[in-house]
C-alpha cells in the first residue's frame, strides 16, 4: 500500500533538496525544472527496483518484483525523513535553497559553510543508512547471504549506469 507514496516522497524530496543545484535554462520555469527532477527521480529510483529484481532473479533469488519494490521503498525511509529536515533547516538558516542564494550567505559568514557541510553529512549518514537497510532488506527478501545481498546491489547499478551512459551518449551523439 504504501510503496507508490514512498517513491513519491522519495521523489519529491530528493527533487526539493536538489534545487541548489538547477540552472534555470532560457524559458524554462522554476516548476517545470521541479517537477522533471521529482518525475526523474521516481523514474530512476523504480528502475532502480526493476533491476535489483531482474539482477536477484539471475543469482537464484527468490524474491517477486513486488518484494523488491517494497524493499527499496521502506528502506528510503530514513534518507526521506533526514532529507525532508536537513531541506528545512537550510531554509530557515540560509533563507533560499538556489545555489545563488548560498553563495551569497558563505561571502558574508564562514560558519555558513561549517553548517552547510554539516548537513551535507548529516544527508549521507540518512543516504549510508538506506542503503544499510536495502542490503539487508535484499538479503532477506532473495533469501542471499550479506555479501551476495551487496553484489546483487552492485550488479544491478552497474546495469542501471550503463542505461544511463548508453542514453546519455545517443543524446549527446558521443
Known amino acids: 500500500k504504501l510503496v507508490i507514496p514512498l517513491f513519491v516522497a522519495i521523489s519529491v524530496v530528493n527533487g526539493f533538496s536538489s534545487i541548489g543545484s538547477l540552472s534555470l535554462l532560457g524559458r524554462l520555469s522554476y516548476l517545470s525544472n521541479i517537477i522533471g527532477l521529482i518525475f526523474g527521480n521516481a523514474v530512476f529510483y523504480l528502475f532502480c527496483a526493476l533491476m535489483l529484481a531482474w539482477s536477484g532473479n539471475w543469482m537464484e533469488g527468490k524474491a517477486t518484483k513486488q518484494d523488491l519494490f517494497i524493499v527499496v521503498a521502506h528502506s528510503a525511509i530514513p534518507m526521506i525523513i533526514i532529507t525532508f529536515f536537513v531541506t528545512i533547516t537550510r531554509l530557515l538558516f540560509f533563507g533560499s535553497l538556489t545555489s545563488v542564494g548560498l553563495i551569497n550567505i558563505f561571502q558574508e559568514e564562514q560558519s555558513s559553510i561549517v553548517i552547510f557541510r554539516t548537513l551535507n553529512g548529516i544527508i549521507s549518514i540518512g543516504q549510508i543508512w538506506s542503503i544499510w537497510l536495502v542490503t539487508i532488506g535484499i538479503s532477506e527478501a ?5 555479501g551476495r545481498a551487496i553484489g546483487n546491489i552492485v550488479f544491478a ?17 558521443l
Do not use: A, K, P, R
Open 142 to 146: 532473495q533469501n542471499f547471504t550479506n
Open 157 to 173: 547499478f552497474i546495469i542501471v549506469y550503463f542505461f544511463i551512459w548508453l542514453i546519455s551518449s545517443l543524446l549527446i551523439g
